[in-house]
């Protein structure tokens, strides 16, 4: 008698589909539980505290940071990088498999899990100031995660998808990144005039100040437009913004309420650091790339060398594959198991959190990028194809040679 067996262990033995030519083509996704990690990611503040609870070493709370930004980078380093791809033929198969949308379900309510558990735990420890507000960073930190997880949420179709995403960005209170990065960012990413995208010579500090209240400025301004085209003030209660920062301004009711006034200082850390995770994503993933404009002034398509890739296993698979972030942005609507791997693409130096760690000293990270962004085939040393910061354009001109640049283009500074 024939043993049963469900649909996930059909799925674990592969997806089979037919080449063009009657070649039969069979995949198998070997990191098909390795994704796991994603979902377990926002829970590792809980490890911290754990530690904490049993041994009373306050370092012990800033156990993520040690994790993520020393440990993930070596990590990424040993196991090295992933090029494979699923094949073109199997791909809709792969993306209609429910496992993988189910994880991106499943994580939505840890996030809720994290800010509450850690909320809990700031209060009824005996905490230093410093190790109250390290606790609220932590979990700030993963929180960037939500970011994430609403990037990939709310580039889907389904109303469920877009609800969840709604709901989890309002977990670090940034309910206009979906409207920003969709209509705005994608549209307009690698150009001067993209509030998402980092400018050749400009560090991760300018970034940051002109990123965070661009993106909100131009979400606004979208919501707003698509209100008024129904005849509604911007402030009418279909606002999506509004919607989700009405549930932030819930869950921050509600941790006051339940565990005191410190919460302000808390939610405070918490929500700016899950910024900061943002920013710093935004920051590497299109560094100096630039698409061209044509004669009448609109950019070219975008195409998978206008972002800065990274196949490192570990660090992809704790971020839902963020760092195939080229194939991304040429295929937006994609799930993140079948995004693929091209030749020739800028690369990173590491996965996102060694990167970070790059990004966070300005002089090392020019040492270093500027040399790999002009060396890009598509680029070969022409500063005309990049997205330069007019405040470091004499600098750079006078770096890399005022011969391989022609007038100033304009942009916005």
């Known amino acids: 008698m024939q043993a049963p067996h469900s649909r996930d262990t059909d799925r674990m033995r592969g997806y089979t589909a037919s080449a063009a030519s009657g070649e039969a083509i069979h995949?198998?996704?070997?990191?098909?539980?390795?994704?796991?990690?994603?979902?377990?990611?926002?829970?590792q503040p809980f490890l911290g505290i754990a530690l904490h609870a049993a041994t009373g070493n306050e370092l012990w709370i800033f156990l993520g940071l040690f994790l993520n930004y020393l440990v993930s980078p070596i990590v990424d380093m040993i196991i090295g990088e992933d090029t494979n791809n699923p094949p073109e033929e199997v791909v809709m198969q792969l993306d209609?498999?429910?496992?993988?949308?189910?994880?991106?379900?499943?994580?939505?309510?840890?996030h809720f899990v994290t800010l509450i558990g850690c909320a809990w735990y700031a209060t009824v420890a005996d905490l230093s100031i410093g190790a109250f507000l390290g606790l609220g960073m932590m979990a700030g930190?993963?929180?960037?995660?939500?970011?994430?997880?609403?990037h990939e949420l709310g580039h889907k179709n389904s109303r469920l998808e877009k609800t969840l995403s709604k709901l989890v960005l309002a977990v670090p209170a940034y309910g206009h990144f979906s409207i920003d990065h969709n209509r705005g960012h994608h549209m307009s990413v690698a150009t001067p005039e993209d509030a998402a995208s980092s400018r050749m010579g400009e560090s991760i500090y300018a970034f940051a100040r002109r990123e965070i209240p661009g993106a909100f400025k131009r979400a606004w301004a979208f919501e707003r437009q698509r209100l008024a085209n129904r005849g509604r003030s911007a402030w009418h209660?279909?606002?999506?913004?509004?919607?989700?920062?009405?549930?932030?301004?819930?869950?921050?009711?509600?941790?006051?309420?339940?565990?005191?006034?410190?919460?302000?200082?808390?939610?405070?850390?918490?929500?700016?650091f899950a910024y900061w995770q943002l920013t710093s994503a935004n920051?590497?993933?299109?560094?100096g790339l630039r698409r061209v404009a044509d004669d009448n002034g609109k950019p070219e398509r975008c195409q998978p060398h206008h972002s800065w890739n990274s196949n490192h296993v570990f660090s992809n698979l704790v971020l839902f594959h963020?760092?195939?972030?080229?194939?991304h942005h040429a295929h937006p609507l994609r799930r993140y198991q079948s995004l693929r791997h091209f030749e020739?693409?800028?690369?990173?130096?590491?996965?996102?959190?060694?990167?970070?760690?790059?990004?966070?000293?300005?002089?090392?990270?020019?040492?270093?990028?500027?040399?790999?962004?002009?060396?890009?085939p598509h680029i070969d040393g022409?500063?005309?194809?990049?997205?330069?910061?007019?405040?470091?354009?004499?600098?750079?001109?006078?770096?890399?040679?005022?011969?391989?640049?022609?007038?100033?283009?304009?942009?916005?500074v």
């Open 96 to 110: 209609r498999d429910p496992y993988y949308r189910r994880l991106t379900y499943a994580i939505v309510p840890l």
């Open 141 to 150: 930190m993963v929180a960037g995660l939500a970011i994430n997880t609403g």
């Open 322 to 327: 963020l760092e195939r972030h080229s194939d």
């Open 237 to 272: 209660p279909d606002n999506q913004i509004l919607q989700s920062w009405g549930l932030s301004l819930l869950i921050a009711a509600g941790l006051i309420a339940t565990f005191g006034w410190p919460m302000v200082p808390f939610l405070v850390v918490h929500h700016a």
């Open 344 to 376: 020739n693409l800028p690369q990173l130096p590491n996965g996102y959190f060694g990167t970070y760690l790059l990004a966070y000293v300005p002089w090392l990270w020019f040492r270093v990028m500027d040399r790999r962004l002009l060396n890009l």
């Open 27 to 43: 995949y198998v996704d070997r990191k098909r539980w390795l994704w796991i990690l994603s979902v377990l990611f926002p829970l």
């Open 283 to 287: 920051y590497i993933e299109h560094y």
């Open 382 to 412: 022409d500063l005309d194809k990049v997205n330069i910061c007019p405040r470091a354009r004499a600098s750079i001109l006078l770096t890399h040679g005022r011969d391989r640049m022609s007038e100033p283009t304009i942009g916005t």
